[in-house]
């Protein structure tokens, strides 16, 4: 068993399949097969199914995954211990990001944190709030700008970088625009513009309304906060964005608080309680802790 198979099956797994992984490990798909097939010849046990249009993992290989996971970390926390003695900061931080967040300025800190540590390798991916924390969880990433309800995800450490309140927004001169809250069941009834399904503020508004027996009308859906507030512009719906976008667009949109209950979103910058395990990610933690002035 070597460890460029284990590291060929996480990557396939990652990737759903072995056209992608053999991109990503810049092997030729051929090669990568082949040495998935001698592992199950190792280990006696198919770990892949390949029957079906996507590759999927057998009983033995959900078993073997983690297995394989750990002992990749096993081996980069070695080479981490070495460079320790030796005095360097080296090593990989896996950072994910949800879609179209622009705040803080998370290239602009990995910028800065590159020239203060240039011998660690950062890569950076885009997802929806739920997903990032389901990657956090299962070790695939190190970090995560994220966005939270009220309760913390269990397993995780927060730092807090912006907690502020979900608010509808409607152009001046319609007639909600005469009032300054709205309650989540009269909101329910309006036509609305929303962030996608298990993005953050989302999963808050429609926990609220499941909470409540509710079931709102989302007419339209956009990843940016901004492009929410342009189409609520254009008197598409009443849309639900953050209290900083309402502010930015104050001179043509008005906003209104939602009631009964309120709803907040929190901005956070997440690792596993157990971790970050890397000293490079923690290294990050730490930079962004400093340049951000955020707590836990």
Not at 128 to 151: E, F, H, M, W
Not at 164 to 181: C, F, K, M, S
Not at 267 to 282: E, I, K, N, V, Y
Request: hydrophobic content about 45%; overall charge negative; some cysteine.
């Amino acid at each position: 068993m070597e460890l460029r198979q284990l590291r060929y099956l996480v990557t396939i797994v990652e990737e759903g399949g072995f056209t992608r992984a053999a991109e990503r490990v810049h092997v030729a798909q051929p090669g990568i097969s082949a040495q998935i097939r001698q592992l199950e010849r190792e280990l006696g046990q198919e770990l892949l199914d390949r029957s079906g249009r996507t590759v999927r993992l057998t009983e033995a290989g959900a078993a073997v995954l983690p297995l394989a996971r750990a002992a990749l970390q096993a081996v980069a926390d070695m080479q981490e211990t070495a460079d320790q003695l030796a005095g360097l900061t080296r090593g990989h931080v896996r950072v994910g990001m949800i879609t179209s967040c622009g705040v803080p300025d998370l290239p602009a800190l990995l910028a800065e944190f590159h020239f203060a540590y240039p011998g660690v390798a950062v890569t950076l991916s885009e997802d929806n709030a739920g997903a990032l924390v389901d990657a956090l969880r299962d070790g695939q990433l190190d970090l995560a700008l994220t966005a939270l309800p009220d309760s913390d995800p269990s397993g995780l450490e927060l730092a807090v970088l912006a907690d502020e309140p979900i608010v509808a927004v409607v152009p001046h001169g319609v007639e909600l625009a005469g009032q300054d809250t709205i309650g989540l069941a009269a909101l329910t009834e309006e036509t609305l513009i929303c962030m996608p399904a298990g993005s953050g503020i989302r999963t808050i508004f429609d926990d609220a309304c499941a909470a409540a027996g509710l079931r709102p009308r989302v007419a339209l859906e956009a990843t940016n906060p901004q492009m929410l507030a342009q189409l609520a512009i254009r008197g598409l719906g009443v849309a639900l964005v953050p209290e900083s976008t309402a502010q930015e667009n104050a001179d043509l949109l008005h906003p209104l608080t939602i009631v009964r209950p309120s709803l907040r979103g929190r901005l956070a910058l997440a690792w596993r309680a157990d971790g970050p395990r890397s000293t490079a990610a923690r290294a990050l933690v730490a930079h962004v802790r400093t340049t951000t002035g955020a707590t836990t």
